[in-house]
């Protein structure tokens, strides 16, 4: 069983640069693809970026030249830098792992951690 578990968030001021980071147990991933998605309240959740088993990255529009997904060579190790913060980014980021098998998407996400843009 895949466990995942963010740190990093908090109450940043607008412009700010924070670092998302999620930890994985529970066996190798190396199968596994990776994200980060966000929530605000009201809204469903939504992908923020994600890094697929090949390295391949895709990010969210309003990511784009803004965030950054990295993750380091065990694959349990993901990352998320952001850049020039806005109020709109205020929201619950959750980190994703997620793996195909028989044609089925299985998803598993961490708890979530809370990022605040705010002066």
């Known amino acids: 069983q895949v466990q995942l578990v963010e740190s990093g968030g908090g109450r940043v001021q607008p412009g700010g640069s924070p670092i998302l980071s999620c930890t994985a147990s529970?066996?190798?991933?190396?199968?596994?693809?990776r994200g980060w998605y966000r929530q605000t309240p009201g809204k469903e959740r939504a992908l923020v970026a994600s890094?697929?088993?090949?390295?391949?990255?895709d990010y969210a529009a309003f990511a784009k030249g803004r965030f950054t997904i990295s993750r380091d060579n065990s694959n349990k190790l993901l990352n998320l830098q952001m850049n020039s913060l806005d109020s709109a980014d205020t929201a619950v980021y959750y980190c994703?792992?997620?793996?195909?098998?028989?044609?089925?998407?299985?998803?598993?996400w961490g708890q979530g951690t809370q990022v605040t843009v705010a002066s």
């Open positions: 890094i697929n088993t090949r390295g391949v990255k």
């Open positions: 529970g066996g190798s991933l190396g199968n596994y693809g």
């Open positions: 994703n792992a997620n793996r195909w098998s028989l044609g089925n998407r299985r998803d598993y």
